[in-house]
């Protein structure tokens, strides 16, 4: 034990101090031969100098004996790195304009991986920030596979009542509204939620306490808990915030907790302030939009949460089955971290096969690039040979030097992947939690790691083909031996195919998105939106809530502002709906029943966008009539409600006749008189472009609401009303909030960004798969052309022609590249196949599209190629000759 103790004790000074061991031991070996030469000059009367001279010969190597002492303690393997990290250091040295190469070819690819391996790392590997988060499900109403929708406040209180699987409930509702706290009201993202909500993530505020039972409580006062950001942006800080009050829709919310600076949203939705919500008794199933998050309890798993849902659908049921006929809906859990992520898992996955390929294709050209270097450097391989290296030696020294640059790759690619998250963050789709990517401890790690695999990947090509050709090659004649070979000429051309082969995928992809977002930019929204500016607005709750269900105070408002909003100089119409075309999946829908197609007892009742307006709304948008009426202000419901109706809506239900004066049950509601259709009106679309241009317009003549999208067509430049605009609405009512004022052109080209910023991005990463590529064409045919000097200087000698030389080398380059863009095109047909749902009228296998796509590449080789073939065709003989 105790040799062993002093065996490590001194391997840990050699690796802590080699160089203090090294020179005991000079020191040692020095007075060992100068005692032998003492000995030796007493005994033989030698000179000081033979003396010398006779004790080393008899020591029989110093350097020997110093290897067997570095072996006896244990760090020669680190010595010997350390010689061959300073030569590898030197011979990079010696070639800048390859390591500058390699290093920024690597750093590309490595940064590109890097920030994608951010993005995913924050969206799809890390957990959600809530503890167990994998016990959390949100549940929803489901009628079939493909279709379900958030819940009720009648389906959250009969879980609440009857549920037996999860240990906490809470519900959310998130909205814009108006928010005030000290200064001037804002439009600002608010998420209601009941007592048990934060309590069921298990989120507990930083500062003060959560909303709990007694806040529920009649005549409790109103509470709220607001975010970091929030309580440092307008109430002086986390723990000043405690105690004042918000005011939310015009009702004062006094501050009871604030959160962590981490949570910018709860359960996937985003808010600045999280008031109690005080659920009143429904009177029908109806309306659906709320969040239901529940905690599983312990031992139980989604599916047993899932029969104990089954059985609270059926006892639900029954208690609202007159105004819920669907007997095929039932809630359902799902995993919160599923509902969160939804479709990002997809959507990054194209990104990071795109990212992917660029690698390959940059490690490609680094391992031709080494490759030319190698067969570069024979005659100093084989010089080392001679002198008794070994293969291992060898092959170790180039796997240091190609790991070396991949490690400056990696430094240079970790800078670049920080400016990548930053790009995707503004650029990027918008999916759950991308704000939360950036470049950690975990991505530098993962940046590590792909330089050291690629380091060995792109060392290896080169010791694999020196291996087999250092026998057949001598000292003198290697360099022509190896650079010439047949074996060394197809490994690079083997990269340059591959290189192709690689791009084109992804210029494929790239090519059928922008074609796809230019048929979505050229799709006709049903309206025109040169001249409309759109407006939210909201008015204060407490003082235009409707008394004893009256709500002639909002109505008043909207009809004084309305006809002040007209008074606008260059206003030519304007008007009101409850939401504005394009809202995406923020879409008020509305289920109806037919009196002549009426569907079957127990099934569930078509749904469709359903928004209602002014009168003026159509003029306002440019919405036209195309049969019947209009509304006229007697369209005033009560006992005789009207409708009108999209063209796709009529077409769908009443493909054989006509859709006016059709009668319909709306919203569930039997016992409510029946709704008449009076017109059909051009389509629009009111989800996304490109979807089914379907809807339903209701009159406003009664229920006004609060928060309503103002429509204005304007004779000019829309933006340029705003300011006046947004007066006439203050000139009514100061308080009122006026927000998200955009002229409707902007907010059409907002609803393609994710689309156009996929296709952006693909098509940033294709671009440089392709100048990789075209490096890869360009190095090698130079190389080549280098390697053959003095050939083709024979060549112009006896007559050959320079064009017929600039044809040769071009011709290698476009072979090269025609087969890689072959075998490109069959992993494309396969590939791009992934892409058909985010596609819109463009075929995933578009002759067209492929066909441009090979034409660009194959031009991007002819560009490649063309100035090794110049240079080659201006080879001097005699200087050939004399280089050779």
Request: aromatic fraction near 6%.
């Amino acid at each position: 034990m105790g040799l062993s103790i002093r065996k490590l004790v001194r391997r840990i000074r050699a690796l802590v101090r080699p160089g203090a061991l090294d020179r005991e031991l000079d020191e040692e070996v020095r007075l060992h031969v100068a005692l032998e030469a003492k000995e030796l000059e007493r005994l033989h009367h030698l000179s000081p100098a033979d003396a010398r001279r006779r004790a080393l010969v008899a020591f029989g190597g110093i350097e020997r004996y110093k290897e067997a002492h570095r072996d006896a303690r244990g760090t020669r393997w680190l010595d010997e790195l350390q010689q061959d990290i300073r030569y590898a250091a030197r011979a990079l040295r010696r070639g800048p304009t390859f390591t500058i190469s390699a290093v920024a070819i690597l750093a590309l690819g490595i940064g590109a991986c890097t920030a994608v391996f951010s993005v995913l790392d924050a969206v799809v590997i890390s957990h959600l920030p809530y503890p167990n988060d994998d016990r959390l499900v949100q549940i929803f109403e489901r009628n079939s596979p493909t279709n379900q929708w958030p819940l009720s406040v009648a389906d959250f209180q009969a879980i609440q009542a009857w549920q037996r699987s999860f240990t906490d409930v809470g519900l959310l509702r998130q909205t814009d509204v108006s928010v005030a706290a000290g200064g001037a009201p804002q439009r600002l993202p608010v998420g209601y939620v009941t007592s048990g909500f934060l309590r069921t993530l298990g989120v507990k505020p930083a500062v003060g306490r959560p909303l709990g039972p007694a806040d529920d409580a009649p005549g409790a006062p109103p509470a709220a808990v607001v975010t970091h950001h929030f309580a440092v942006e307008h109430l002086g800080g986390d723990r000043a915030a405690l105690g004042k009050t918000v005011d939310v829709d015009d009702i004062a919310y006094s501050v009871v907790g604030v959160l962590d600076a981490r949570y910018t949203s709860l359960g996937g939705r985003r808010g600045e302030v999280w008031p109690d919500a005080r659920l009143k008794p429904p009177d029908r199933r109806g309306p659906f939009g709320m969040v239901v998050i529940g905690r599983l309890k312990d031992g139980l798993t989604i599916a047993d949460a899932a029969r104990d849902l089954e059985r609270v659908s059926r006892r639900e049921f029954v208690v609202w089955q007159a105004s819920f006929q669907d007997h095929d809906a039932k809630l359902v859990p799902v995993s919160l971290r599923r509902v969160m992520l939804g479709d990002a898992p997809k959507t990054l996955a194209l990104f990071s096969a795109a990212v992917v390929l660029v690698m390959l294709i940059a490690v490609s050209n680094v391992a031709g690039l080494m490759l030319v270097r190698a067969a570069g450097r024979w005659r100093e391989v084989s010089l080392r040979a001679v002198l008794g290296a070994t293969r291992a030696r060898v092959a170790r020294l180039l796997i240091t030097e190609s790991i070396m640059v991949s490690l400056a790759g990696a430094a240079a690619g970790v800078a670049l992947g920080t400016l990548g998250v930053r790009v995707m963050l503004v650029v990027g789709p918008r999916v759950s939690r991308l704000a939360e990517a950036h470049v950690h401890v975990r991505a530098i790690v993962f940046a590590v790691v792909v330089a050291l695999i690629s380091g060995l990947i792109i060392g290896a090509y080169p010791v694999i083909h020196l291996a087999r050709e250092r026998s057949a090659a001598g000292v003198l004649g290697g360099e022509r031996s190896v650079g010439g070979t047949r074996g060394a000429r197809m490994l690079r051309a083997a990269f340059v195919v591959a290189e192709f082969a690689l791009a084109l995928p992804l210029l494929a992809a790239a090519a059928l998105l922008l074609n796809s977002v230019l048929r979505l930019q050229r799709t006709s929204p049903g309206f025109d939106p040169s001249h409309v500016l759109t407006v939210n607005v909201s008015l204060p709750s407490a003082r235009y809530s409707p008394i004893n269900g009256s709500d002639t105070a909002i109505s008043s408002y909207w009809t004084r502002a309305l006809n002040d909003v007209r008074e606008v100089p260059g206003v030519v119409a304007a008007g009101l709906a409850d939401q504005l075309p394009l809202s995406g999946g923020n879409l008020n829908e509305n289920n109806f029943d037919l009196v002549d197609k009426p569907v079957p007892a127990g099934t569930a009742q078509p749904v469709t966008p359903w928004t209602v307006v002014t009168k003026d709304y159509f003029a306002a948008l440019g919405v036209r009539l195309l049969d019947g009426r209009m509304f006229l202000p007697s369209d005033t419901g009560g006992q005789h409600p009207v409708l009108l109706v999209s063209r796709s809506w009529a077409n769908r239900y009443f493909p054989d006749g006509t859709a006016i004066g059709r009668k319909l049950v709306s919203g569930g509601c039997t016992s409510c008189p029946l709704v008449t259709v009076i017109g059909i009106v051009s389509d629009v679309t009111y989800t996304h472009l490109g979807d089914p241009p379907e809807g339903v317009y209701e009159p406003m003549t009664e229920g006004w609401g609060r928060t309503l999208a103002l429509v204005v067509r304007t004779s000019g430049d829309p933006a340029a009303a705003i300011p006046a605009i947004g007066a006439a609405l203050r000139s009514v009512e100061p308080s009122v909030t006026v927000a998200d004022a955009l002229p409707m052109a902007d907010r059409l080209s907002a609803s393609i960004a994710d689309p156009r910023h996929a296709a952006s991005l693909v098509a940033g990463v294709a671009i440089v798969a392709a100048l990789l590529a075209a490096i890869g064409v360009f190095g090698t045919l130079s190389y080549t052309v280098s390697m053959r000097r003095r050939e083709i200087g024979v060549r112009l000698a006896l007559g050959a022609r320079r064009r017929a030389v600039t044809g040769m080398i071009v011709g290698r380059g476009m072979a090269h590249a025609g087969l890689g863009a072959a075998i490109g095109v069959l992993a494309a047909l396969l590939a791009t196949r992934w892409l058909r749902s985010k596609l819109f009228e463009v075929s995933p296998t578009d002759p067209l599209t492929f066909g441009l796509v090979i034409v660009v590449l194959l031009m991007v080789a002819l560009a490649a190629s063309w100035a090794p073939a110049r240079r080659a065709a201006r080879i001097d003989l005699a200087e050939a000759i004399r280089d050779a």
